[in-house]
């Protein structure tokens, strides 16, 4: 995917391979969720000359002209074209109550449909790096530290060109960028969460403020971990309690950890008993630790409960799917006796107990097992999730795949895959 | 008073009073002549920055980052980020030099007051400080009085105005370039664009605005003249060689008598922890525009960490230098005052640049007078840094 600073002066040659000049610039039109490349400014030795993007090809380390530069029509930009470099490279982007956010320090480009198409812009510390030509050399110094250098790139379709507010002002000074709060609820979560963490601390808090709790619940668990609590911190106490609710237990409780004391006691306390008493629960256990990272959502069957009341009990109450994977079963003492899938329970003969079909040899863990070898176990078994059990074999919670994911995976890569796949 | 005025006393600092009284006790009234130019320079440049700031509503880095890229960005910023490093080891200088004038060591003034200011600056509002030390600065207009009452040779002062003459000694080309230095900082240049952006003044209010940054450009060059011409006649004759800041003192000795060193004392001690105050921050604003990173005095380390680092950075190497052994006070600040006049052509360029830029200021561009000012101004500076490293390198 190439970016604007790499494709910048670049050599245009004709057919033949005879050189003609430089690209100094691209233009679009600012229309639609990712403008297209439709014009290339050339610096000529006969001064500059406007061609249709369609007119280049681009090969491996210089830009091919399709014919002639005198055989190619020369072309005109409309008035409101936006020329990429001139209009748009290291320009602040605004927030929509115009106090300042973060730079554009490259812009991103991407072949979308046999078309390059204008897709973000960089604001991150890559960006700079790569305009100053060492990216390459700091991501090695980074690597040396066990380190990765941040992304931040926003997407183009978030970003809004604002028109000039005095009209004999010159064009240039003018051209300022923004993000639309509306457009930002329409993003998955994760992405929300990317923007989230380039913007200035009250951009933040306004953004939590607006989005609905569900959104708001999802996207703070995509969130850095200490920019989580900074979030917290700055929120409204009634607002944060709100979206703890609706956030899963163990996330909330990781992110309770996170806060001084007083202000967690606050917040659990203006939360709803329920989910209050499981975040607390969950608060007693080492971060670090299966009890830590565990969910205390899951679905207990009692062992004297038939399919069919089982499966009544699913109906009823209508689990999160992730959490319909492994079904346990258990004692009057709450002690786990075993486990089935949703498959078992359906295909089993109406009148069946539970402890008839279910598989007793079922892998547990006690609540202070490390993280790293939760990880390690659901990575060995194949597993979607691990019940977690205290002293006397109850059942406490479980921890599910994507509590662990970032043990198993590669660093950094969740983050880029969850980009890729929102794009 | 407007930002203009503002800047001006800014401009009345540790390297301001001790540049200006060291040319005037070791070279009497001779450089006057350059004052005046420095002052006409400072006068059209400020107005420039001003302008700019009116028109487009940006700071002085923030245009720079724009229009030119990042590559001169980081020229520019490291250019600005030596000079106000500089400075600030300057003002912790003059912070060391006042109180051990009182009596204070400076392995404790320097310190404490570097600690003040920071906490000053994390914790509270340094606004309502600002003001308070702007009361003790107050003790410099006793220059002009002592200027007068020891009656100089006016002809001399005159003739000294008029009359361009300069050694191509070291000295005298240290002198020279410190005085420019510190007549013209890209400091204020930075400074006065921002103030005007923060004040929000537009093209309409601007035409108020320009009479203000003129009277702070010749308040500037007001206060070194009398600084110099009371130094020129009461220190030059007496052969005084400014070695501490008690020598400096001396010449306000026609007006305070023995009070001398206690008034000069609390005047570079105001003017010193107001520049030690103010420069760390505006240098860390102005870096923080140009590269997009979050800035602001309300945010803490985890929002904006390079923001309070650059500060905190700043002031802690400006009282490790000063606290380092055997720094000679004065000298140390003469030499920050040539590192500004050194940097000044690189910062003064841009300005040219992008004032007389018709994309960037329509039809606010630079007029001719404006632009060869400027131009002036910036060969000069050059002119005289080029003088000083040949002198130095090669010994002429």
Same mark, same amino acid.
């Given at each position: 995917m190439p970016y604007l600073s790499e494709i910048q002066n670049r050599r245009v040659i004709e057919p033949n391979g005879n050189v003609v000049g430089r690209l100094t610039d691209v233009a679009v039109v600012p229309q639609g969720q990712f403008p297209a490349a439709q014009w290339a400014i050339l610096a000529t030795p006969g001064g500059e000359k406007v061609v249709r993007w369609a007119d280049l090809a681009q090969e491996i380390g210089h830009l091919r002209l399709r014919s002639r530069l005198e055989a190619t029509p020369p072309a005109q930009l409309p008035p409101d074209a936006l020329r990429l470099a001139r209009d748009l490279l290291d320009k602040q982007i605004v927030d929509t109550h115009g106090a300042k956010v973060v730079r554009v320090n490259d812009l991103q480009l991407s072949e979308v449909d046999g078309q390059l198409r204008l897709v973000g812009a960089d604001v991150g510390l890559r960006g700079l790096l790569r305009r100053v030509g060492a990216e390459g050399v700091a991501e090695r110094i980074a690597g040396v530290a066990g380190r990765r250098l941040p992304r931040g790139i926003i997407p183009w379709h978030l970003v809004e060109p604002l028109q000039a507010k005095e009209p004999e002002a010159p064009k240039t000074a003018a051209v300022r960028l923004t993000i639309p709060h509306q457009k930002l609820a329409l993003l998955h979560p994760a992405d929300i969460a990317d923007v989230v963490e380039e913007m200035t601390a009250d951009e933040r808090v306004a953004v939590f403020q607006q989005l609905d709790l569900e959104t708001a619940a999802d996207a703070l668990q995509e969130v850095e971990p200490e920019m989580q609590a900074a979030i917290v911190s700055d929120l409204p106490e009634e607002r944060a309690a709100d979206i703890l609710e609706e956030m899963d237990p163990d996330e909330a409780a990781d992110l309770l950890q996170d806060l001084p004391e007083d202000r967690r006691e606050e917040l659990v306390d203006l939360m709803e008993k329920e989910e209050a008493s499981d975040v607390e629960e969950l608060l007693t256990y080492p971060e670090d630790s299966a009890g830590g990272i565990m969910t205390t959502d899951f679905v207990a069957l009692p062992g004297e409960q038939t399919a069919a009341q089982s499966i009544d009990q699913l109906r009823e109450k209508k689990p999160d799917p992730e959490l319909t994977y492994y079904l346990y079963v258990v004692d009057a003492q709450g002690k786990l006796e075993g486990v089935l899938s949703l498959r078992d329970l359906v295909v089993a003969p109406p009148e069946t107990k539970v402890t008839a079909i279910m598989d007793p040899r079922v892998l547990k863990i006690p609540a202070e097992t490390p993280k790293e070898e939760v990880a390690s176990l659901i990575a060995k078994y194949d597993l979607l999730a691990l019940p977690v059990i205290d002293a006397r074999g109850r059942l406490l919670g479980t921890v599910t795949v994507d509590d662990v994911v970032e043990l198993i995976l590669p660093r950094g890569w969740k983050k880029r895959s969850l980009r890729s796949i929102a794009r | 008073m407007g930002p203009g005025i503002i800047t001006g006393f800014a401009g009345n600092d540790a390297g301001g009073v001790t540049t200006y009284t060291a040319v005037g006790a070791h070279y009497g009234f001779a450089l006057l002549w350059l004052l005046l130019l420095s002052t006409a320079g400072l006068l059209v440049i400020q107005e420039m920055c001003a302008r700019m700031g009116a028109v487009t509503g940006k700071g002085l880095s923030d245009l720079i980052r724009e229009r030119f890229g990042v590559r001169w960005t980081i020229v520019a910023m490291i250019a600005l980020l030596i000079a106000n490093g500089s400075n600030v080891a300057a003002e912790f200088a003059g912070v060391a030099?006042?109180?051990?004038?009182?009596?204070?060591?400076?392995?404790?003034?320097?310190?404490?007051?570097?600690?003040?200011?920071?906490?000053?600056?994390?914790?509270?509002?340094?606004?309502?400080?600002?003001?308070?030390?702007?009361?003790?600065?107050?003790?410099?207009?006793?220059?002009?009085?002592? $200027?007068?009452?020891? /009656?100089?040779?006016?002809? =001399?002062?005159?003739?000294?105005?008029?009359?361009?003459?300069?050694?191509?000694?070291?000295?005298?080309? &240290?002198?020279?370039?410190?005085?420019?230095?510190?007549?013209?900082?890209?400091?204020?240049?930075?400074?006065?664009?921002?103030?005007?952006?923060?004040?929000?003044?537009?093209?309409?209010?601007?035409?108020?605005?320009?009479?203000?940054?003129?009277?702070?450009?010749?308040?500037?060059?007001?206060?070194?003249?009398?600084?110099?011409?009371?130094?020129?006649?009461?220190?030059?004759?007496? /052969?005084? &060689?400014?070695?501490? $800041? =008690?020598?400096?003192?001396?010449?306000?000795?026609?007006?305070?008598?023995?009070?001398?060193?206690?008034?000069?004392?609390?005047?570079?001690?105001?003017?010193?922890?107001?520049?030690?105050?103010?420069?760390?921050? =505006?240098?860390?604003?102005?870096?923080?525009?140009?590269?997009?990173?979050?800035?602001?005095?309300?945010?803490?380390?985890?929002?904006?960490?390079?923001?309070?680092?650059?500060?905190?950075?700043?002031?802690? &190497?400006?009282?490790?230098?000063?606290?380092?052994?055997?720094?000679?006070?004065?000298?140390?600040?003469?030499?920050?005052?040539?590192?500004?006049?050194?940097?000044?052509?690189?910062?003064?360029?841009?300005?040219?640049?992008?004032?007389?830029?018709?994309?960037?200021?329509?039809?606010?561009?630079?007029?001719?007078?404006?632009?060869?000012?400027?131009?002036?101004?910036?060969?000069?500076? =050059?002119?005289?840094?080029?003088?000083?490293?040949?002198?130095?390198?090669?010994?002429?």
């Open positions: - | 030099a006042s109180l051990e004038l009182l009596g204070v060591e400076r392995i404790v003034s320097v310190p404490a007051a570097a600690l003040v200011i920071w906490a000053l600056i994390v914790f509270f509002s340094y606004r309502v400080v600002e003001r308070a030390l702007f009361v003790l600065v107050l003790a410099f207009v006793a220059y002009p009085i002592s $200027a007068v009452i020891v /009656h100089p040779d006016w002809d =001399s002062v005159v003739r000294g105005l008029a009359i361009p003459t300069l050694s191509t000694q070291q000295a005298a080309l &240290i002198a020279a370039l410190a005085l420019v230095g510190t007549t013209i900082t890209p400091y204020m240049q930075f400074y006065i664009q921002a103030s005007i952006v923060d004040k929000g003044i537009d093209r309409e209010q601007y035409r108020f605005a320009r009479v203000d940054v003129y009277l702070g450009a010749i308040l500037t060059g007001l206060n070194g003249f009398f600084i110099i011409v009371a130094a020129g006649a009461v220190l030059f004759p007496a /052969h005084v &060689i400014v070695g501490s $800041a =008690s020598d400096a003192a001396q010449a306000l000795g026609p007006l305070a008598g023995e009070q001398a060193k206690l008034l000069f004392g609390v005047g570079l001690l105001g003017a010193s922890l107001l520049a030690a105050l103010v420069m760390p921050l =505006s240098t860390s604003y102005a870096i923080c525009e140009a590269f997009g990173w979050e800035s602001g005095i309300s945010r803490n380390f985890r929002e904006a960490p390079v923001f309070m680092g650059l500060f905190t950075f700043l002031i802690a &190497i400006g009282a490790l230098v000063v606290l380092s052994p055997n720094v000679p006070l004065i000298p140390l600040i003469l030499v920050s005052q040539n590192v500004n006049g050194l940097l000044l052509p690189i910062v003064l360029i841009f300005i040219l640049l992008l004032a007389g830029d018709r994309t960037v200021m329509g039809d606010q561009a630079n007029g001719r007078v404006s632009q060869v000012v400027g131009i002036g101004t910036a060969l000069m500076a =050059s002119a005289l840094s080029i003088g000083l490293v040949a002198v130095t390198v090669f010994g002429l």
